[in-house]
């Protein structure tokens, strides 16, 4: 089916590991985006992408990475993660640069880091 | 840089209730605004935008929004509340006129409909 997936949903990790969050779109979208959100923060932009090879910080983009070798997938990586990191990440795609149809979000990775 | 202001962090009502939701934003320019509703365990989902002409927008499921520019708000409105109706409720600002450098979200409001 076409739309945004994110792997894992869930995911426990210990302190100082490396963890890649998976997010895969089927449209082809242009524009691709990570946000955390907190209780209290909302949702903050980590890190985004306008096309392939071709990435941007956000708001809050310390100790992540991210990739963009191919339009369809935009993984994030915590190189070594920390007790601030346990977070709700989503992903969310963009055809254009416009905004004519608002963004559309994938389901969430829980990530809590012990 | 812009920003989101959700004053109400949480707001319980009853059933068949009106509901106002507010949202103000801080930015110089001209701003596209959203209001997105994620429901109990799942993502977020565009509820109504606004771009330009009539600053009354319809959206999904009942919802509504008045943009007012002299007061920079952006308030979410339902003349009658569902218990299906509880969620967060988050309002989001970005400049208009290109770039993408992604949208700025408030901090939430967690909306609790009683039956």
């Known amino acids: 089916d076409a739309g945004i997936t994110q792997s894992p949903r869930y995911k426990i990790t210990e302190t100082g590991r490396q963890v890649t969050l998976m997010c895969h779109q089927t449209?082809?979208?242009?524009?691709m985006f990570w946000y955390r959100q907190d209780l209290g923060h909302g949702l903050r932009l980590i890190y985004y992408?306008?096309?392939?090879?071709?990435?941007d910080k956000g708001e809050v983009p310390d100790g992540y990475v991210v990739s963009r070798s191919k339009t369809e997938n935009f993984p994030l990586t915590l190189e070594s993660a920390t007790r601030s990191q346990t977070s709700v990440y989503f992903c969310?795609?963009?055809?254009?640069?416009?905004?004519?149809?608002?963004?559309?979000f994938g389901s969430g990775t829980r990530l809590t880091v012990v | 840089a812009q920003s989101v202001s959700q004053h109400n962090h949480h707001v319980i009502l009853s059933e068949a209730a009106s509901l106002e939701l507010g949202c103000n934003y801080s930015?110089?320019?001209?701003?596209?605004l959203f209001w997105y509703v994620q429901y109990p365990g799942q993502h977020l989902q565009l509820l109504l935008k606004?771009?330009?002409?009539?600053?009354l927008v319809k959206g999904i499921k009942g919802f509504e929004a008045e943009f007012i520019k002299s007061k920079f708000s952006f308030n979410l409105r339902k003349p009658s509340v569902q218990w299906s109706d509880t969620a967060e409720y988050f309002c989001?600002?970005?400049?208009?006129?290109?770039?993408?450098?992604?949208?700025?979200f408030g901090k939430g409001t967690h909306l609790i409909i009683q039956p």
């Open positions: 969310a795609t963009n055809p254009t640069s416009s905004l004519n149809y608002g963004y559309t």
């Open positions: 449209w082809s979208h242009s524009y």
């Open positions: 992408s306008a096309a392939a090879d071709i990435t």
């Open positions: 930015y110089g320019g001209t701003v596209n």
């Open positions: 606004y771009f330009s002409g009539d600053p």
């Open positions: 989001a600002v970005r400049p208009s006129g290109g770039g993408a450098d992604g949208l700025t």
